[in-house]
């Protein structure tokens, strides 16, 4: 089987949007409000979760610090 067999590639399974990641949130919430789940491995899964989170609701772009020809010090 070549690894490129098929042409049709889904682009969408392997993004996280925001409502699947907060849902998952919610998810972990109520696991940790249970009991069922180690504080450690709570807070590694929700750190991960709002990476996830804010890489779904935000597009930030960098600004530039200084224009071609303001170099500080020059």
């Known amino acids: 089987m070549n690894v490129r067999e098929n042409d049709n590639l889904d682009r969408g399974t ?3 949007d925001a409502e699947y ?3 998952s949130i ?3 919430e109520a696991q940790q409000e249970r ?4 504080p450690r491995a709570y807070l590694i899964k929700k750190q991960a979760l709002v ?3 804010l890489k779904a609701t935000t597009k930030p772009q960098r600004k530039r610090r200084y224009e071609d020809d303001e170099f ?3």
Do not use: D, Q, S
């Open 51 to 53: 990476r996830l989170y």
């Open 35 to 38: 009991g069922e789940i180690e």
């Open 21 to 23: 990641t907060a849902a």
């Open 72 to 74: 500080p010090g020059c």
């Open 14 to 16: 392997g993004v996280f």
């Open 26 to 28: 919610a998810e972990l």
